[in-house]
């Protein structure tokens, strides 16, 4: 079983619909993570955050919307998404900056969206 | 160039095969270096770090040539259970934020009877 607990498992929205999807770890991990998956394609990072800052946005469009509460916690709220954004969303954190491993992902087994 | 560049694969190989991937970055400021193996329709899974003097692990070894710029996967005595796309992940392929990791494009095995 991951570590990494992602939900939903599968979600299919409409182009005007709000959605969320949700992240948690219980292992400690300062640094999580947002990427995106397409078929066949390998993971594209989207966000990261460190000691619950976001530190990363790569140029994601604002359609995007992340949150993380607390250490535990990574949110990524969907709004107003276009079908091209249909993929696997895939969660991942990492021991904090300076330890070992800390560049070390443990991955969810991801959210699979579809936006019709 | 890509940040991360792999062999383009698919590779198909028999039970006991021995095979080998490449990789290669374009930051030489890169300093951590990863092997993951995804599974169809799983999530990325950690396989092995990458050391520069070269790390093994049963019937993996990993290799890094920083001069070169360059990182080897070896599996020896392949199992049917190796078939997966083998990632190559590099981090600050690109910059030098904590956590920047790339992934390679990754390269498909099949292992056969």
């Known amino acids: 079983d991951t570590e990494v607990t992602q939900t939903p498992k599968h979600l299919v929205m409409g182009m005007t619909n709000k959605k969320s999807l949700k992240c948690e770890q219980h292992?400690?991990?300062?640094?999580m993570y947002w990427y995106k998956q397409k078929a066949k394609k390998p993971p594209e990072l989207m966000f990261v955050?460190?000691?619950?800052?976001?530190?990363i946005n790569e140029s994601v469009p604002s359609r995007f919307s992340p949150e993380c509460p607390n250490s535990s916690l990574l949110n990524l709220h969907l709004h107003a998404l276009q079908p091209e954004d249909s993929a696997l969303y895939l969660c991942?954190?990492?021991?904090?900056?300076?330890?070992?491993?800390?560049?070390?992902?443990?991955f969810g087994a991801g959210s699979r969206l579809t936006v019709l | 160039r890509k940040e991360v560049e792999q062999d383009p694969g698919p590779f198909n190989v028999p039970e006991g095969a021995t095979v080998a991937f490449n990789c290669t970055y374009s930051?030489?400021?890169?300093?951590?270096f990863f092997w993951y193996r995804q599974d169809c329709r799983k999530e990325p899974k950690l396989l092995m770090s990458?050391?520069?003097s070269g790390n093994e692990d049963g019937r993996f070894t990993a290799q890094l040539n920083r001069a070169s710029q360059y990182i080897s996967l070896l599996i020896r005595d392949s199992k049917l259970s190796d078939s997966a796309t083998y990632l190559c992940?590099?981090?600050?392929?690109?910059?030098?934020?904590?956590?920047?990791?790339?992934f390679g494009q990754g390269t498909i095995l099949t292992v056969h009877p």
């Open positions: 991942a954190s990492s021991p904090q900056p300076g330890t070992r491993g800390a560049n070390v992902l443990t």
């Open positions: 292992m400690g991990h300062r640094a």
């Open positions: 955050y460190s000691y619950e800052k976001l530190s």
């Open positions: 930051n030489s400021a890169s300093q951590s």
């Open positions: 990458v050391y520069s």
């Open positions: 992940v590099v981090n600050n392929a690109g910059g030098t934020s904590y956590g920047k990791l790339t």
